[in-house]
């Protein structure tokens, strides 16, 4: 894909949905947080509906430290891994008072030393919390980056990097929610709904479903 016709794949979806965001609800950086986390491996209306109880009775790091490990389970429980992830929210709850006065850090190295978060979870605080042109590349975004053309790479960290050179600069804050969305609802993983994809002109899918 030349430069020219990424800013056009840019234009066009901007165009589509020109105000993109997380499908994740919540209301302040540590609301996020927690729901990153508890996404691993589950979708984001089960979080959703998991968190709209949890954040009603808990939704600071001391909140849920007070619920301790088991209560935090039982609002989490219908969420996949959800004793590693309990235990790993329980940590960082601690983290964060113990060492960001109860704060979410906004610095990439103070985020992927909480417990249960990676770099991705890293990339998506930055960018959707804190205004930073990052992307955090999940299924979604490795599939639509490598089948489009857009930013081809072996693994994850291969396609971020990738992507950061590919995409205009002045659409690097959004391009993470209209890649993930794209993916999520139209490229997806089995059979691609290319006559709904607003981009599929520039894609350089060989087998398009059209």
């Given at each position: ?7 056009q794949?840019f234009?066009r ?15 302040n ?13 589950a979708?984001?209306?089960?979080v959703?509906?998991?968190t709209?109880?949890l ?6 790091p001391?909140a ?11 609002y ?7 004793n590693?992830?309990?235990r ?5 709850c ?13 610095e990439?190295?103070a ?7 990676g770099r ?6 930055l960018n959707t919390?804190?205004g930073?042109?990052t992307?955090?590349?999940d299924t ?13 790479g ?9 992507l950061?050179q590919?995409?205009p ?10 890649l ?5 609802y139209?490229?997806?993983a ?21």
């Amino acid at each position: 894909m030349t430069p020219e016709q990424r800013e056009q794949f840019f234009a066009r979806l901007q165009a589509d949905n020109p105000a993109p965001t997380t499908e994740l609800n919540y209301k302040n950086p540590f609301e996020l947080l927690i729901s990153v986390v508890l996404s691993a491996q589950a979708t984001d209306k089960s979080v959703n509906k998991a968190t709209a109880e949890l954040f009603k009775v808990a939704n600071t790091p001391q909140a849920i430290l007070d619920l301790g490990e088991e209560g935090l389970k039982h609002y989490i429980k219908s969420i996949g891994l959800f004793n590693s992830k309990a235990r790993n929210i329980i940590k960082t709850c601690a983290d964060l008072l113990e060492k960001y006065q109860g704060e979410v850090p906004d610095e990439r190295q103070a985020l992927e030393s909480l417990a249960g978060v990676g770099r991705k979870t890293a990339n998506v605080m930055l960018n959707t919390a804190f205004g930073k042109p990052t992307i955090a590349v999940d299924t979604h975004i490795f599939r639509v980056s490598n089948r489009t053309g857009l930013a081809v790479g072996k693994n994850v960290r291969e396609v971020e990097d990738n992507l950061l050179q590919a995409v205009p600069e002045k659409y690097q804050q959004d391009a993470h929610h209209w890649l993930i969305l794209l993916g999520r609802y139209v490229c997806v993983a089995r059979k691609p709904l290319c006559q709904k994809c607003v981009v599929v002109e520039f894609c350089e899918y060989s087998e398009k479903n059209l």
